[in-house]
């Protein structure tokens, strides 16, 4: 990140990771319109492992926030299950 302060390079990144790495007015940024930038993102839980009663609670209600959010038009994407890789309940 020291390059692009130093201006050595420029970078392509989040807003929070912007103001994470510098203190504002330390670098200029300016917002990518054209063409779209798109991403994936991942909700993800350990394969091998169960979680904790808190984690899989939490976990549930971003799954359903964001299945919500997709089948509502207020989000663009479609939901990817991974069914397969489930953890074993812990006996």
Known sequence: ???VSDGLAATIMNSPAIQRFWPAG???ARRIVAPEVMRTISLARPA?????????AVYEVVKRLAIE???DGRWQG????CSD???????
């Open 1 to 3: 990140m020291s390059l």
């Open 26 to 28: 330390s670098v200029c």
């Open 48 to 56: 091998k492992r169960s979680l904790s009663f808190a984690a899989e």
């Open 69 to 71: 959010t997709v089948k």
């Open 78 to 81: 479609k939901p990817i299950f």
């Open 85 to 91: 890789v489930r953890p074993a309940v812990s006996k």
